[in-house]
């Protein structure tokens, strides 16, 4: 004989039911609660000013062939949007040189200018203690002919002693070393290639005697991206101050960058 609906057989099933439920549910919240849950992403210090040199040659000023006098905001206008846009308090670009119309247009670029002879002209940007300096350099070694004293081979070793002197005026700066910007001769660019892969041992050796140096990748600005073959055009420049924003954010919520050093006036 079929049970009727509602007979006892049925109310047993479903108070069965009931408790095996209660008891999955409960294991399951167990096993959820005992999951390992991601530690949240470490946040920048947006209350930290932030002294910024862009240190460099041509490509730091911002030079385009149609903008020879006064040069364009190159990257450091789209650098400078995103920090204010993302809520940093204080944000100063610094240097000795003045190009573009953004009203902030400090910088440290020269163009023309090789590795040693941004050495050589750099020491009163470095002496406004940045607390980060943007590196981009090497691309004037690379691009015209080699000498005997100066040969493409040697150009990482000119760097290496770049960041030398810029550690020791900022010892307590964050130096964020670019892998420099493709090119469209295909010498310069093979140039370019070989003088990157050395970036990175550059930058270990100096982080392991206790300096803070990062690498940054703007090798990935390609020369369609470029207005004559070396120079980047407005999408250039604006790809790379993405690049570099990025970085800075990055540095920043490591707790990499300190507040920057009083200087007499």
């Known amino acids: ?36 849950r991601k530690a949240p992403r470490p946040r920048p210090n947006l209350s930290l000013p932030l002294r910024i040199l862009p240190l460099g040659d041509a ?8 903008n020879l006098e006064n040069g364009t905001n190159g990257y450091r206008a789209p650098l400078l949007h995103e920090l204010v846009y993302a809520h940093y308090r204080s944000v ?59 040969r493409w081979r ?23 070393v670019a892998k420099i910007i493709q090119a469209q001769k295909t010498q310069t660019r093979a140039n370019v290639n070989i003088f990157n892969n050395a970036i990175p041992r550059l930058v270990e050796e100096r982080v ?17 991206e470029l207005v004559d073959g070396l120079h980047p055009s407005y999408a250039g420049y604006f790809h790379m101050g993405n690049i570099w924003f990025q970085a800075v954010k990055d540095v920043s919520a490591k707790a990499l960058i300190t507040p920057p050093v009083a200087v007499q006036p």
């Open 208 to 224: 392991e005697k206790g300096f803070k140096l990062v690498v940054v990748d703007q090798s990935v600005v390609g020369p369609e």
């Open 154 to 176: 040697d150009a990482p070793k000119r760097l290496g002693s770049l960041l030398d002197h810029v550690l020791e005026t900022c010892p307590d700066a964050v130096i964020l």
């Open 1 to 36: 004989m079929m049970p009727y609906i509602g007979g006892r057989r049925v109310r047993d099933v479903l108070k069965l039911m009931g408790v095996v439920g209660v008891v999955l549910c409960f294991t399951l919240s167990l096993i959820w609660g005992l999951k390992p």
């Open 59 to 66: 490509i730091t000023w911002g030079w385009q062939p149609a």
């Open 92 to 150: 100063n670009l610094v240097g000795t040189q003045h190009s573009g119309l953004m009203p902030n247009n400090d910088n440290e670029g020269h163009p023309g200018f090789t590795l040693s002879q941004i050495m050589g002209a750099m020491k009163a940007g470095l002496e406004m203690r940045p607390n980060v300096v943007l590196l981009h350099a090497g691309t004037t070694d690379l691009s015209r002919p080699e000498t005997a004293e100066e």
